[in-house]
């Protein structure tokens, strides 16, 4: 599955610059909706035929002195254990300062691949001032310029060969991959223990490497699916339990690996920051979602008045999408765990949806001739033909159209709600293109 390298170093060395720069041959792709600030910390790379996810960990730092050295601190332990290649960025402009030896002498202790770069060469002369960087003790320092992208590269067939051989997983594909996600305490350990129950028999752990997620074969009551565990469910380091990209950075490779996300939310705490952070991981990587209100034994009005407005609430917060299942359940006293389930098999189901070429047209054509994509600079738009492409991750569809440049978002989205409204897609995301006919 998907390597992670993670980008460490003091503030202003030119980390986001760098981020932007590896991420930027995939914006086209990778569909920018614009979620939380803190979306532009995470992206996907592809370099030679391998993708790869790289997490900035420097939007994360508050901004105080007192507390600084210590977020950064926390940051480069908490990317010794979840990445595989760590990118250390330093600036040759400022040579080495005290805040460079503090992070260095953390990562000298790991074992994972470190690559110093040494952001800002934009010149020969300062190819040679980049020497000072062996003082590190972390071997040659790789000169690059972000902003310009020269060595960037380079730098990128470097990070490809540090990545660890794969061990290949054992997993069979047609069996659906379900990962509980959330951030820290919303119960994701319990949940995991109350779909497992104490009959660890009907259980298989099939293990990939220790920083690869652990798949958990289930199989009773008709169920039969893996649960994704990141090891990082089974070891707490308490280091880094409140920061807010803790659940991110954790979440990553199980979201990844998976086909359906269980997405576990407080219910004594509604919908927090960190919880859109997952939300959009989600949503970018294309997976299925479930939402589970946990610890919904602890809400003292339970009626269905306060369970729809609950739900509102949290449609609202992820809108656009807003056609996935949402159960109140509590891990606690197993309360409605078999509907998570079922949810979550469903939605699996509703990822592999096939639409007749002749269904679709037949549907949605009339639909589309009532309501016309609105003209643009008196030019008409005509959609002759719509059709499912094969083989894809989720359902897409191809509407052929006249002039598909006019074709805006809000029009995207009224066919796309159309659709949910005829066949059963939900918890899945959908693609939609418009193209030339």
């Known amino acids: 599955m998907g390597n992670l390298v993670a980008i460490v170093g003091r503030p202003n060395v030119g980390k986001s610059t760098l981020f932007n720069r590896l991420t930027k041959t995939r914006q086209a792709i990778v569909n920018d909706e614009a979620g939380t600030t803190r979306d532009r910390q995470y992206g996907k790379v592809e370099w030679i035929g391998q993708e790869f996810s790289v997490v900035d960990t420097g939007g994360w730092v508050v901004n105080s002195d007192d507390i600084f050295e210590e977020e950064i601190r926390k940051q480069v332990i908490l990317a010794i254990e979840e990445a595989d290649v760590i990118l250390f ?40 001032t980049s020497a000072e960087f062996y003082s590190l003790g972390l071997g040659d320092p ?38 509980v996600v959330g951030r820290p305490n919303a119960g994701k350990s319990s949940i995991v223990n109350a779909f497992i129950g104490e009959e660890r028999n009907i259980v298989t752990e099939i293990a990939g490497t220790t920083r690869d997620s652990i798949y958990t074969r289930y199989e009773k009551f008709g169920f039969d699916f893996y649960l994704v565990d990141t090891a990082g469910i089974r070891k707490k380091n308490k280091v880094v339990e409140d920061l807010e990209f803790y659940s991110v950075m954790r ?32 949503n970018r990587n294309q997976k299925g979602l479930v939402v589970v ?11 269905d008045k306060v369970m729809k407005e609950f739900a509102n609430a949290i449609r609202e917060r992820f809108a656009p999408f807003v056609d996935f299942p949402i159960i109140f359940a509590s891990a606690l006293t197993k309360q409605r765990i078999f509907k998570v389930l079922e949810a979550a098999k469903e939605v699996y189901q509703n990822r592999t949806t096939r639409i007749s070429t002749a269904r679709l047209n037949e549907e949605m054509l009339p639909l589309i001739e009532a309501y016309p994509p609105p003209s643009n600079k008196g030019k008409y738009i005509k959609i002759k ?53």
């Open 142 to 179: 790789y000169c690059i310029s972000a902003v310009s992208g020269s060595g960037t590269g380079d730098l990128l067939d470097l990070v490809v060969s540090k990545f660890p051989k794969k061990v290949e997983e054992s997993v069979e594909e047609e069996i659906p991959r379900f990962a």
């Open 293 to 303: 209100v946990n610890k919904w034994d602890l809400v003292e009005e339970k009626s």
């Open 251 to 282: 979440s990553i490779r199980a979201i990844e690996n998976s086909d359906v996300c269980i997405l576990m939310l407080d219910a004594t705490r509604g919908v927090e920051g960190q919880d859109l952070n997952i939300f959009s991981l989600i």
């Open 385 to 437: 033909y719509c059709t499912q492409l094969p083989n894809t991750r989720v359902p897409s569809f191809v509407f052929f159209a006249n002039l598909p440049q006019y074709v805006k978002e809000p029009y995207k989205r009224f066919l796309e709600n159309k659709m949910r409204e005829k066949w059963n897609l939900t918890g899945t995301p959908i693609n939609l293109y418009i193209r030339q006919k």
């Open 89 to 128: 960025v330093v600036d040759v402009m400022n040579g080495v300062t005290d805040l460079d030896l503090q992070v260095a002498s953390i990562l000298r202790r790991s074992k994972i691949p470190v690559i110093v770069v040494a952001n800002k060469a934009d010149n020969n002369d300062l190819y040679y």
